[in-house]
């Protein structure tokens, strides 16, 4: 994969991602159980790195300490996302400040100076998606078309999208 297909993927995804506001981040714990949890997701960056706000004594930091890969799965509009990575719980003030909404405060009622903030950092090592833009009447149509000529129902578009990292 050329590094100009990389950056297009990314570019998808980055599209694909964009509004969206909750994604289920899955970790695993000490039981080899893997945990999934509603998470509030920043936009990605052009990295594929993706952030979020944490509490420095939950569960996930443990789960993220002790094993760094982690899964984030979207859905939105009509599109669906799976991006396998690797975290890290980051201690950035600063970027902390560039990402902070006030309404975060129900969950860190001292805001930016709250000790138990930090930051959970998804570096993307790989992802998935699965578009359909036509919605539901496409894959109706697709599944018709389908039925009628005994060929797979064509619906939408699916892409694996590589981090510029990998190689």
């Known amino acids: 994969m050329t590094n100009t297909q990389k950056t297009e993927g990314l570019e998808k995804l980055r599209t694909l991602l964009k509004g969206a506001r909750i994604c289920m981040l899955t970790t695993q714990d000490e039981h080899s159980n893997l945990r999934s949890r509603p998470m509030a997701m920043q936009e990605m960056e052009t990295d594929g790195d993706l952030w979020f706000f944490t509490g420095r004594h939950t569960p996930k930091v443990d789960e993220i300490t002790s094993d760094h890969r982690v899964n984030i799965s979207v859905i939105h509009g009509n599109s669906y996302i799976s991006i396998s990575g690797t975290g890290s719980v980051v201690k950035d003030k600063e970027k902390a400040a560039e990402l902070w909404n006030p309404a975060y405060k129900a969950w860190f009622p001292k805001g930016l100076e709250d000790p138990e903030l930090v930051l959970l950092k998804v ?13 539901m009447v496409t894959t109706v149509i697709a599944y018709a078309k389908s039925l009628a000529t005994g060929e797979r129902p064509k619906i939408g578009e699916n892409g694996v999208v590589n981090s510029p990292q990998n190689h």
């Open 123 to 135: 570096s993307m090592d790989m992802a998935e998606y699965w578009d359909n833009p036509g919605g």
